[in-house]
Structure formats: structure tokens, C-alpha cells
């Protein structure tokens, strides 16, 4: 019986990433939007399942992530970075339940639930 492993990665900060090198992942740490957009491209490339990456570094490149969006892969997660979150990864959310369901299940944060 042949086992496959998914290729999986994190992307953004070093402090933050780093930590998941422990985890077997592939780690990319950059500092700038065209480290975070390169990176993000060659592993789609690669055909990396899921791609963990810090919230500023998707808000950095938020076309290109949304191109990923349509696709099965990769998955691509947004995590909190060294200053924790800024609702980036939240928000994706909101909207990927929005869009699949019609209205905010979840409601906003005007609507008292989260």
C-alpha cells in the first residue's frame, strides 16, 4: 500500500512560520509583498495542498490569493502573525459562508455573534 503525504507549507514572518518547520511543513519566511506573492506562486506550482499563511502576507496579495480561490488547490489559510489577528482570516470566512448559504450566518460583529 503506497501512502501520500500532502504537501503542505506556511508562508510569512520567520518567528511565525518557523514553527511550523517542526511540524514537517515547508517554510517560506518573507518580509516583502514580492517575496509573498513569489512564494505563494512557486508552490502552487509544486502542486502544494495547503498553504498556511500569515494574515499581512495575504493581505498583501489579495488578488492573486483570490485566483486560488476557485481552485482545489491549494488551500490557502490565513493564520494570525507575531501581532496576532487583524480579522483578515475572519473575514475570508465571512464572506466564503456569505457566498455559499446567501446570507452571514455567522453575523457581523453589528450583529452581536462570532
Known amino acids: ?11 510569512g514572518e520567520k518567528d511565525v512560520v518557523l514553527a511550523f518547520k517542526a ?4 517554510v517560506i519566511p518573507t ?3 514580492a517575496e509573498v506573492s513569489a512564494a505563494v506562486r512557486k508552490l ?8 498556511f499563511i500569515t494574515e ?10 483570490s485566483r486560488y ?3 482545489m488547490l491549494p488551500a490557502i489559510i490565513p493564520i494570525p502573525g507575531s501581532r ?3 480579522n483578515y482570516g475572519m473575514s475570508r470566512i ?15 460583529k453589528e450583529g452581536n455573534a462570532e
Open 56 to 65: 499581512d502576507a495575504a493581505a498583501a496579495i489579495p488578488e492573486q490569493i
Open 31 to 33: 518580509q516583502t509583498e
Open 1 to 11: 500500500m503506497r501512502v501520500m503525504r500532502t504537501k503542505m507549507a506556511a508562508v
Open 84 to 86: 496576532g489577528s487583524n
Open 69 to 71: 480561490r476557485e481552485e
Open 94 to 108: 465571512h464572506a466564503n459562508v456569505e457566498k455559499a448559504v446567501g446570507v452571514d450566518i455567522l453575523l457581523t
Open 44 to 51: 502552487a506550482m509544486e502542486k502544494y495542498a495547503v498553504i
Open 23 to 26: 511540524l514537517g511543513l515547508t
